[in-house]
């Protein structure tokens, strides 16, 4: 079955730490990978992508992810966190039978504190 | 959220109605997504719809029902036979994979409508 694991529902950092927010799925083939950002209340925004090519993918407010094919997973980073980035956030893959659809991880909570 | 909105933002509904929520996109996307929003379960699909006067169910369709008579709009219903219909409800939408030649599926959220069962 096709999946998106988010081992860790909350992740505590210190302003100006490096921050990394895990990601794992199972999918047969070639995966297309999605980071999102939840800010209270708020819709879904879209962060980065990995489709094909360079391992590490930069996105939107500095943050990057790193796609691990062997390890199976795309865990996303950022060298220097803000307590702005606190929010929720989601991993997904897409569906490898039904490709307009996206398979979500349950999200891990960021917490910055300053 | 830029080129998707919901309405309205807050809905309070008693026990036993029906009520719609809207999902208006001006991105010229082929295709258009509901998913509900659980404290610690993610999002789950709802509906999807990849062309007008089509779509599908998704995951947790019952007691739900959705249409698409325009391009821009896919209007959610909420029926009486929901059991539990307190949740956030996401609407979203993609360029769809028939123009999407890199297929990368990128959805694009809405502000969201929180839903409240008296």
């Known amino acids: 079955a096709q999946s998106v694991a988010q081992p860790e529902d909350q992740v505590n950092v210190a302003e100006g730490n490096p921050l990394t927010v895990k990601c794992t799925y199972s999918v047969s083939g070639n995966p297309y990978l999605f980071w999102y950002v939840q800010y209270p209340n708020r819709g879904l925004q879209f962060l980065l992508k990995y489709i094909t090519g360079d391992n590490l993918v930069k996105g939107s407010y500095g943050f990057e992810a790193e796609f691990n094919k062997s390890q199976t997973s795309f865990h996303l980073k950022k060298p220097s966190a803000l307590v702005s980035d606190s929010a929720l956030y989601f991993c997904?893959?897409?569906?490898?039978?039904?490709?307009?659809?996206?398979?979500f991880g349950t999200g891990t909570r960021l917490q910055v504190f300053p | 959220d830029g080129g998707i909105t919901q309405s309205p933002k807050y809905l309070f509904r008693k026990e036993g109605q029906n009520v719609t929520l809207s999902c208006e996109q001006n991105?010229?996307?082929?295709?258009m997504y509901w998913y509900r929003q659980d404290p610690g379960q993610g999002l789950r699909l709802i509906y999807y719809s990849q062309i007008v006067n089509d779509f599908q169910k998704g995951d947790i369709a019952e007691g739900y029902s959705v249409s698409r008579e325009k391009k821009e709009s896919f209007p959610l219903t909420v029926t009486s036979a929901q059991k539990n219909p307190t949740a956030f409800y996401l609407c979203a939408s993609s360029i769809g994979a028939d123009r999407d030649f890199l297929r990368t599926d990128t959805q694009y959220f809405g502000p969201g409508t929180r839903l409240t069962v008296l």
């Open positions: 991105l010229n996307h082929d295709a």
């Open positions: 997904a893959v897409r569906d490898m039978y039904d490709t307009d659809k996206l398979i």
